[in-house]
């Protein structure tokens, strides 16, 4: 049996509580605002109709998910409310079609399947490109619809970089080579502090490949290549010398680390983990304050060498994080296996911890997986204060993401040092 749609503690909006502002709501300019509803309960539809109208929406519904969609082309609305259970179809049909029709309305998916189904189902659309709002579970408060109807929906989809700087460009591997060779890259980085008291504790180092108009060359672009052309050893050494030189006077005579992305192309490289011993020497940066950051999903096709290349590492002195923890299928046999000391919780749980409760119990569970086995654990993509308040709250040792600060150049990072280390005195 289908939920009713709204929840208890509100009495069901009948038509007659709805007129008077509704008419009141048709008085003012209605603008481009167009709401499209889909909902098999014709009374459903009907209520959120006029709920939208109270908030300036021209506002229509149907039953008929083929109507709907056809309506969606020739009307245009500006918002869509989906229920994923139909008579015909499902919503995720509907959502998948949505995608094919390259849509931009704003996207509300509602349903009385809970929790678990909705949070499916808002990746399966954020995933296929549409600009979801959010979710609401059947029966669900007025507030909570009105609430929607007023957010922005964000103009990119998760995975996409928002910031216009970095350009999705195509590069060739003759490009890459004279970037190397140049030394055209540079490093930005990302503070990392200590969720208990907001200290600073260190540097996620982030290569940037920098262009002439001032736009950026994507990592997800360059690193790729790079990989797959047998660049990356010399772009690696490259960026850590860049990181190392930059950061040894800040680092001196301190506990702050500094975490590096290391590729699983370059433990092939026999000849690494001494050339990066050696230059931390140079600089005078202990290895205890250098992490290597490797890719939970970083190639076992040779399992053996994998182990013995991270344990030399860990013999020299490095600290071994264990990156984007969560998303790969052999997480725990990695974790098992190999000599991580920190974990680096993935930033997609991380990202929806408030408005997700299967991402809160998996960060849960993964911060005490990591504190009984030893481990730093480091929680990435913290956007709100509410994401880092529950981190503290679940005994996360360390975060970063935007809410904290965003990658920035070195002398900006030089900067935000000096400002937390003058909050912390």
Not at 1 to 23: L, Q, R, W, Y
Request: with cysteine; glycine share 8%.
């Amino acid at each position: 049996m289908k939920c009713g749609i709204f929840s208890d503690e509100e009495a069901t909006i009948s038509h007659g509580d709805m007129k008077p502002a509704a008419v009141q709501a048709m008085e003012q300019p209605i603008g481009t605002r167009r709401l499209l509803v889909l909902d098999d309960e014709k009374d459903v539809g009907a209520t959120i109709c006029m709920l939208a109208a109270t908030a300036a929406y021209e506002a229509e519904h149907t039953d008929d998910a083929d109507d709907f969609l056809g309506k969606v082309v020739a009307w245009e609305p500006t918002h869509v409310v989906v229920d994923l259970q139909l008579s015909d179809r499902d919503g995720i049909e509907v959502l998948h079609q949505l995608a094919k029709m390259e849509c931009k309305a704003a996207v509300i998916i509602i349903s009385g399947l809970g929790g678990r189904v909705l949070d499916s189902s808002a990746r399966a659309a954020t995933e296929n490109g549409l600009r979801l709002v959010g979710t609401l579970s059947k029966p669900f408060s007025r507030a909570a619809l009105q609430s929607l109807l007023t957010a922005n929906a964000p103009e990119t989809s998760p995975g996409q970089n928002s910031s216009s700087a970095v350009q999705p460009l195509t590069v060739s591997e003759r490009q890459l080579a004279e970037a190397v060779r140049a030394n055209a890259f540079v490093v930005h980085f990302q503070p990392k502090i200590a969720c208990a008291n907001g200290a600073l504790v260190g540097f996620e180092c982030l290569a940037r490949w920098p262009q002439q108009d001032g736009s950026m060359i994507s990592p997800d672009v360059f690193i790729v290549l790079a990989e797959q052309t047998g660049l990356i050893h010399d772009l690696t050494r490259r960026i850590y010398d860049c990181a190392l030189a930059a950061l040894r006077q800040r680092l001196r005579g301190t506990e702050l680390k500094i975490a590096l992305n290391l590729s699983p192309i370059n433990l092939n490289d026999k000849a690494f983990p001494r050339w990066l011993l050696g230059r931390c020497r140079e600089y005078g940066i202990p290895p205890s304050q250098v992490i290597l950051e490797v890719t939970e999903t970083a190639s076992m096709e040779n399992p053996l060498a994998l182990l013995e290349n991270l344990t030399q590492f860990r013999i020299r002195g490095f600290h071994l994080s264990i990156d984007d923890f969560g998303v790969g299928y052999s997480s725990l046999v990695q974790l098992a296996r190999l000599p991580f000391s920190e974990l680096k919780i993935d930033q997609m749980f991380v990202k929806t911890l408030s408005d997700s409760e299967e991402s809160r119990k998996i960060v849960t569970a993964v911060v005490g997986l990591g504190s009984s086995l030893g481990l730093n654990v480091v929680a990435e993509g913290v956007e709100d204060a509410w994401a880092l308040d529950f981190l503290r709250d679940v005994g996360c040792d360390e975060a970063q993401g935007y809410f904290i600060a965003r990658p920035m150049d070195r002398t900006a990072a030089a900067a935000w040092s000096g400002r937390a280390s003058r909050r912390e005195g």
